[in-house]
Nanobody, 115 residues
Framework: QVQFVESGGGEVQPGGSLRLSCTASGFLFRAYDMSWYRQAPGKERELVASSTGDRSANYADSVKGRFTVSRDNARKSVHLQMNGLKPEDTAVYYC?????????WGPGTQVTVSS
């Protein structure tokens, strides 16, 4: 079955940096777009960034210029470098893809930005 494992979350002060990683298994990774979503308490899950099979990238307006998504098809992994973190970035971050008509997510990793 499709499976994702996220890592790299933690607690940082405003202006700090984190690098999230997601390792995938159970499908032909290189053929699928990969995305990062996040969900804060009381809010809906939102798309943060995505990486296509040819490694082009798209970003939510709120993170443009601060976050960078990348992927390594050989290692079946996708990463999210987060710089200049703000308190509003606090959320659980999820790795995701659409596989056989279903949106699938990993268990998530917590990111907390607080002074």
């Amino acid at each position: 079955q499709v499976q994702f494992v996220e890592s790299g979350g933690g607690e940082v002060q405003p202006g700090g940096s984190l690098r999230l990683s997601c390792t995938a298994s159970g499908f032909l990774f290189r053929a699928y777009d990969m995305s990062w979503y996040r969900q804060a308490p009381g809010k809906e899950r939102e798309l943060v960034a995505s990486s296509t099979g040819d490694r082009s990238a798209n970003y939510a307006d709120s993170v443009k210029g601060r976050f960078t998504v990348s992927r390594d098809n050989a290692r079946k992994s996708v990463h999210l470098q987060m710089n200049g973190l703000k308190p509003e970035d606090t959320a659980v971050y999820y790795c995701s893809t659409t596989y056989q008509g279903q949106d699938l997510w990993g268990p998530g990793t917590q990111v907390t930005v607080s002074s």
